[in-house]
């Protein structure tokens, strides 16, 4: 790709190849033969549509365990927590921006026929209950789910629909990058999600500053800005419960504590606690990733174990101990 990503023009063309509205269909990606596939640790399932997928708490040295989504779904399901959580994943086919690191071959994020299927919510729901041993967690996530944001709902009304409302947890990924959340989706919609107590939702910001950002996504660094303002209306105008990711990748290292400490800054005019419910991704180099490395992505992939390091200062000067240790689960939003 060339010159900058045209974010909203390419949302409304990716939304309008992605959704059948009065079919209550979604575009899904299928995974074989894709170099997704290669990364998988079992067969794709789910007539090629979905994959099991296994969360670990562990993470590397440095960089903070990851209690995602393993936690809330241990919470709401009424469950121990684990260090590990298997889930079935279906993956929506768009995507509205081209993130370098991404997992997903890019031929995949287009909306394209030749790697996808029109799915219901009920088809998918169906074909995971067709799986031997189907997992109690349905991870939705794409690229862009929240290019269709009535994927949610229609999921939540078919485990309804077959009485599995209390023993299904529904995860979903938002790279906050549309607001289409709030203009597609009904007022009943929302009113389920907020009454949903088997649903999370987690937001990833792509980058500490519109630089990293625009080098992480290719779309313009003022949209860095607009992550903030969608979880802001996030947090304010919806009761789901939201946690966040984050992407430390960047050019280079100029400033690079500043920046950081500025980020933060920037989470807690949203939330003081926003931060303790964030939790940073390292960047790994999956099968679709290695053919877009450069010597630029290469430093990157170093750059960002030195902003876990500022992150990690940062949130040692700002929570005490109590504070870092507790569950992520139990870390309030929202509070008055």
């Known amino acids: ?13 990716l939304r309008a190849r992605g959704i059948d509205s009065a079919g209550r269909r979604l575009l899904v990606t299928r995974l074989d033969g894709s170099e997704q596939e290669q990364d998988l640790s079992e067969p794709t399932n789910c007539a090629g549509l979905g994959r099991l997928r296994h969360f670990h708490r562990a993470t590397a040295s440095a960089w903070p365990e990851n209690p995602l989504p393993i936690d809330p779904a241990a919470r709401a399901l009424g469950l121990s927590a684990s260090d ?14 081209r993130c370098w690191y991404c997992y997903v071959d890019f031929p995949l994020l287009s909306g394209n026929r030749e790697h996808s299927e029109m799915r219901s919510a009920g088809e998918l729901i169906d074909l995971f209950l067709d799986q031997p041993d189907p997992p109690a967690v349905i991870d939705l996530t794409g690229g862009q789910p ?17 009485g599995l409302s209390d023993r299904v947890y529904v995860w979903s990924d938002d790279n906050l990058s549309n607001d289409y959340f709030f203009t597609h989706l009904s007022s009943s919609q929302r009113d389920l999600l907020d009454r949903a107590r088997n649903y999370g939702k987690v937001c990833c910001f792509k980058g500490f500053d519109p630089d990293s950002f625009t080098f992480n996504t290719g779309a313009h660094g003022d949209l860095f800005d607009q992550q903030f303002a969608l979880m802001a209306r996030l947090l304010g105008e919806t009761a789901i419960d939201v946690y966040a990711y984050a992407t430390f990748t960047a050019p280079t290292n100029d400033r690079l504590p500043k920046l950081m400490a500025v980020f933060i800054d920037r989470l807690q005019e949203l939330d003081r606690n926003l931060p303790l419910r964030l939790i940073p991704l390292q960047v790994a180099a999956f099968s679709p990733t290695r053919s877009r490395l450069t010597d630029t992505h290469r430093r990157a992939l170093a750059t960002q174990e030195e902003a876990i390091i500022a992150w990690n200062e940062q949130l040692t000067d700002r929570f005490d101990a109590a504070e870092r240790q507790q569950a ?9």
């Not at 790709?1 to 063309?13: A, C, K, N, P, Y």
């Not at 929240?146 to 077959?162: G, I, S």
């Not at 992520?328 to 008055?336: W, Y």
């Open 1 to 13: 790709m060339t010159g900058l990503i045209d974010t909203e023009r390419f949302s409304v063309q």
């Open 84 to 97: 590990e959580l298997r889930a079935q994943a279906f993956q929506n086919a768009i995507c509205n921006w």
């Open 146 to 162: 929240d290019l269709v944001p009535e994927w949610v709902p229609w999921t939540l009304e078919a485990l309804a629909e077959r």
């Open 328 to 336: 992520i689960t139990d870390v309030a939003l929202r509070a008055a």
